[in-house]
C-alpha cells in the first residue's frame, strides 16, 4: 500500500506556469507506474500524463503535449508535473494515481492508489 499527497495547486493566469508535486510513502517507490489525471466540474476524471518506473519513458494526453512534463525522483519518492502555457480548460482538481501493474497507462481503472487531490484554478 502506498499513500499519495499532492502539493502545488493554485491560481494562475492564462499562460502561467505551476508544478504539482507528489510525494508517496514507503521504501518501495521505484516499484510503482505513477500517472497524472484530472477532474474538472462535471466531468469525468481523464488522463493527463504518466510515468514508468524507472523515469524513461512517458506518456501525455494530447491536450498537454508540448505544455506539460511529468518526472520523477526516485531517491525523492516523488512525482512532479511542471505545467506551461496553462489555458483555461486546464482548469480541474489533478489527482496523482499509483500502481505496481499498469497495462493501459491512460485508463483511471488500471491504478490502485490516488491521492487526494490538488486544485489548479487558470483564469482568463
Known amino acids: 500500500q502506498v499513500q499519495l499527497v499532492e502539493s502545488g495547486g493554485g491560481v494562475v493566469q492564462a499562460g502561467g506556469s505551476l508544478r504539482l508535486s507528489c510525494a508517496a510513502s514507503?521504501?518501495?517507490?521505484?516499484?510503482?507506474?505513477m500517472g497524472w489525471f484530472r477532474q474538472a466540474p462535471g466531468k469525468e476524471r481523464e488522463f493527463v500524463a504518466s510515468?514508468?518506473?524507472?523515469?524513461?519513458?512517458?506518456y501525455y494526453d494530447d491536450s498537454v503535449k508540448g505544455r506539460f512534463t511529468i518526472s520523477r525522483d526516485n531517491a525523492k519518492n516523488t512525482v512532479y508535473l511542471q505545467m506551461n502555457s496553462l489555458k483555461p480548460e486546464d482548469t480541474a482538481v489533478y489527482y496523482c494515481?499509483?500502481?505496481?501493474?499498469?497495462?493501459?497507462?491512460?485508463?483511471?481503472?488500471?491504478?490502485?492508489?490516488w491521492g487526494q487531490g490538488t486544485q489548479v484554478t487558470v483564469s482568463s
Open positions: 494515481a499509483a500502481d505496481r501493474s499498469v497495462a493501459q497507462v491512460r485508463v483511471v481503472g488500471e491504478y490502485a492508489w
Open positions: 514507503g521504501r518501495t517507490f521505484i516499484t510503482y507506474v
Open positions: 510515468i514508468m518506473r524507472s523515469g524513461g519513458t512517458t
